[in-house]
Nanobody, 114 residues
Framework: QVQLVESGGGLVQAGGSLRLSCAAS??????MGWYRQAPGKQRELVAT???????NYADSAKGRFTISRDNAKNTVYLQMNSLKPEDTGVYYC??????????WGQGTQVTVSS
């Protein structure tokens, strides 16, 4: 059973920073990423990174968030700077294996106060 274990969420004031981490059990992963879901809204993409380091960001994350991964540790990180209240939500780690199976973490709450 593949598990994605997230950490790093919390409460921060607007303008602050948080770093999320997601560690996957030993499986070869192609794409890892982060999605978020705000109250009353659909889950949306934040950022993804391939095993080769190619990144993709939502427009709302560009210039403020940085996604990275450590393939040796099967871990993906999301450094979030200049946080805004609209960044509030549950952040989910996502991973896609090389055989295209998809996995989700349990979610970690990020709350940005104004």
């Amino acid at each position: 059973q593949v598990q994605l274990v997230e950490s790093g969420g919390g409460l921060v004031q607007a303008g602050g920073s948080l770093r999320l981490s997601c560690a996957a059990s030993r499986i070869i992963l192609s794409i890892m990423g982060w999605y978020r879901q705000a109250p009353g809204k659909q889950r949306e993409l934040v950022a993804t990174v391939t095993s080769g380091g190619r990144t993709n960001y939502a427009d709302s994350a560009k210039g403020r968030f940085t996604i990275s991964r450590d393939n040796a540790k099967n871990t993906v990180y999301l450094q979030m700077n200049s946080l805004k209240p609209e960044d509030t939500g549950v952040y989910y780690c996502n991973a896609i294996s090389i055989v295209s199976r998809e996995y989700w973490g349990q979610g970690t709450q990020v709350t940005v106060s104004s």
